[in-house]
């Protein structure tokens, strides 16, 4: 007899796991980067659209496809498009690309921790405003540091996923949701605070028309895919996980609206700080970890306690986002082991620590004794980023849209969009969810994928 599979116990539970995994190093370590590179507030504009009218539908696609299946990433394309080659070859791809992310994502949880330890020690107090960038740099291209908090970051997520479902996500995403909102909407509150700050909230909120470029669309929508998760695997897994009474389109707008309030939130704890600071919003990816110690430092002659009290805060807020993501990607492939495979959860999760684990060490060591290894003159961090970011993510996104437009049967999606007809408001939008996600969705996809290659 089959083993039950466990499954999210509420709405709530289904909206917190889903936004526990959308909320996270998207958000607070991308989002803001993001936001300087590309034009501030024209960026977010484009940002919150594009949620709304491409990565929805997307999103709605994959719970679809993972509730209707009642499987794992891999195996509910296999399960729903029998005797089809074509979709048992792709299926591996949802779980490849969440253990790829999930390689480099616990490396820069590992950076989080590390910051988060240089904050409890009074590290930002001792060091001059200066100095302060440099330490990013001496720390990642260290040897044996960056390691051991890689491990040690990825040994706690995969320990909530040890739990379980119910046991391990559910009560985490539960328990930890509220407070890290609460935590980002008081340093949100402070960096508001900053003398010069108001610059910065302009920069995210009055759009410069003249910034809007091709480019600046397509990595806006790439961000909202980024943000929420799609193309990896992880929604679809968790979609297997909701119950069949669920709406799943209330569910999925509750997670992107969540999604969307914290990134706008993570702009408003970052941007008025970086101004404040007289830091260039464009720094790039380091600029969490570059830029924003300098104002903790800087911060520190002045109001020593304060300075600590927010630093400490801040990177704790840092390490909750990064572990509500990590937790998702590595739930994916768990999911496929214990299901292909009959191992015990513990066990599974074992497997995934190792592969995560060993992969993360190239990528740490790609910033100190491998830096000089590059191919294209990317290192191998920056590999595992851009070909999950720009390839790997955008096929899946694009293969989930098309399957369940072109190879599910129409009745199907129906059906569980609509909750076998007992939802009669989700019944009136299906037509047009049902169009964006045939037609207007893949059609989003290849603009990135064209943007990123071509432009």
Same mark, same amino acid.
């Given at each position: 007899?089959?083993?039950?599979?466990?499954?999210?116990?509420?709405?709530?539970?289904?909206?917190?796991?889903?936004?526990?995994?959308?909320?996270?190093?998207?958000?607070?370590?991308?989002?803001?980067?993001?936001?300087?590179?590309?034009?501030?507030?024209? +960026?977010?504009? $484009?940002?919150?659209?594009?949620? #709304? !009218?491409?990565?929805?539908? @997307?999103?709605?696609?994959?719970? &679809? %496809? *993972?509730?209707?299946?009642?499987?794992?990433?891999?195996?509910?394309?296999?399960?729903?498009?029998?005797?089809?080659? +074509?979709?048992? $070859?792709?299926?591996?791809?949802? #779980? !490849?690309?969440?253990?790829? @992310?999930?390689?480099?994502?616990? &490396? %820069? *949880?590992?950076?989080?921790?590390?910051?988060?330890?240089?904050?409890?020690?009074?590290?930002?107090?001792?060091?001059?405003?200066?100095?302060?960038?440099?330490?990013?740099?001496?720390?990642?291209?260290?040897?044996?540091?960056?390691?051991?908090?890689?491990?040690?970051?990825?040994?706690?997520?995969?320990?909530?996923?040890?739990?379980?479902?119910?046991?391990?996500?559910?009560?985490?995403?539960?328990?930890?949701?509220?407070?890290?909102?609460?935590?980002?909407?008081?340093?949100?509150?402070?960096?508001?605070?900053?003398?010069?700050?108001?610059?910065?909230?302009?920069?995210?909120?009055?759009?410069?028309?003249?910034?809007?470029?091709?480019?600046?669309?397509?990595?806006?929508?790439?961000?909202?895919?980024?943000?929420?998760?799609?193309?990896?695997?992880?929604?679809?897994?968790?979609?297997?996980?909701?119950?069949?009474?669920?709406?799943?389109?209330?569910?999925?707008?509750?997670?992107?609206?969540?999604?969307?309030?914290?990134?706008?939130?993570?702009?408003?704890?970052?941007?008025?700080?970086?101004?404040?600071?007289?830091?260039?919003?464009?720094?790039?990816?380091?600029?969490?970890?570059?830029?924003?110690?300098?104002?903790?430092?800087?911060?520190?002659?002045?109001?020593?306690?304060?300075?600590?009290?927010?630093?400490?805060?801040?990177?704790?807020t840092v390490i909750v986002?990064?572990?509500?993501?990590?937790?998702?990607?590595?739930?994916?492939?768990?999911?496929?082991?214990?299901?292909?495979?009959?191992?015990?959860?513990?066990?599974?999760?074992?497997?995934?620590?190792?592969?995560?684990?060993?992969?993360?060490?190239?990528?740490?060591?790609?910033?100190?004794?491998l830096s000089g290894l590059?191919?294209?003159?990317?290192?191998?961090?920056?590999?595992?980023?851009?070909?999950?970011?720009?390839?790997?993510?955008?096929?899946?996104?694009?293969?989930?849209?098309?399957?369940?437009?072109?190879?599910?049967?129409?009745?199907?999606?129906?059906?569980?969009?609509?909750?076998?007809?007992?939802?009669?408001?989700?019944?009136?939008?299906?037509?047009?969810?049902?169009?964006?996600?045939?037609?207007?969705?893949?059609?989003?996809?290849?603009?990135?994928?064209?943007?990123?290659?071509?432009?």
């Amino acid at each position: 007899m089959e083993k039950k599979r466990e499954g999210f116990g509420s709405r709530t539970a289904v909206i917190f796991a889903m936004a526990g995994s959308a909320i996270g190093l998207g958000n607070i370590w991308r989002f803001p980067y993001m936001v300087g590179e590309h034009g501030g507030a024209v +960026f977010v504009l $484009i940002y919150i659209f594009a949620t #709304i !009218l491409f990565s929805l539908p @997307i999103f709605v696609a994959e719970v &679809v %496809i *993972g509730r209707r299946s009642h499987s794992n990433a891999r195996d509910a394309f296999v399960r729903m498009a029998p005797g089809k080659p +074509f979709w048992k $070859i792709v299926s591996i791809l949802p #779980i !490849l690309i969440p253990t790829i @992310i999930a390689s480099y994502y616990s &490396v %820069i *949880g590992g950076w989080s921790l590390e910051y988060f330890f240089k904050a409890c020690s009074l590290e930002f107090l001792r060091t001059d405003p200066g100095m302060a960038s440099g330490l990013f740099g001496g720390f990642v291209s260290s040897t044996w540091v960056p390691l051991v908090m890689h491990l040690l970051f990825l040994a706690m997520s995969a320990a909530v996923v040890a739990f379980g479902v119910k046991a391990g996500i559910e009560k985490f995403s539960k328990f930890i949701l509220p407070v890290l909102f609460v935590l980002i909407v008081l340093i949100a509150l402070y960096s508001m605070s900053l003398p010069g700050a108001g610059e910065g909230v302009r920069y995210l909120f009055k759009p410069d028309f003249s910034e809007f470029t091709p480019r600046t669309f397509a990595f806006a929508l790439g961000q909202s895919f980024y943000s929420l998760s799609l193309g990896m695997g992880i929604i679809i897994t968790y979609g297997s996980y909701v119950r069949k009474d669920e709406n799943i389109l209330a569910s999925s707008a509750g997670t992107a609206v969540s999604d969307l309030l914290f990134a706008l939130l993570a702009g408003l704890a970052i941007m008025p700080a970086v101004f404040a600071a007289g830091i260039e919003p464009g720094a790039g990816p380091g600029l969490i970890f570059q830029s924003i110690p300098y104002i903790f430092c800087k911060m520190g002659l002045d109001a020593p306690h304060v300075s600590t009290a927010a630093a400490i805060l801040f990177f704790f807020t840092v390490i909750v986002a990064a572990m509500t993501s990590l937790i998702s990607l590595i739930e994916v492939g768990t999911a496929f082991l214990v299901e292909k495979f009959r191992m015990r959860r513990v066990r599974a999760v074992v497997v995934m620590f190792l592969v995560c684990g060993l992969a993360g060490v190239f990528c740490s060591l790609s910033f100190g004794p491998l830096s000089g290894l590059k191919v294209a003159g990317m290192t191998i961090f920056d590999i595992f980023d851009w070909v999950a970011s720009n390839i790997l993510l955008l096929i899946m996104a694009f293969l989930s849209v098309v399957f369940v437009g072109f190879v599910m049967k129409k009745d199907d999606v129906r059906d569980e969009f609509t909750n076998s007809g007992t939802k009669p408001r989700n019944a009136k939008l299906f037509n047009f969810i049902y169009f964006l996600i045939k037609w207007v969705a893949p059609i989003a996809v290849l603009l990135i994928f064209f943007t990123n290659f071509i432009l």
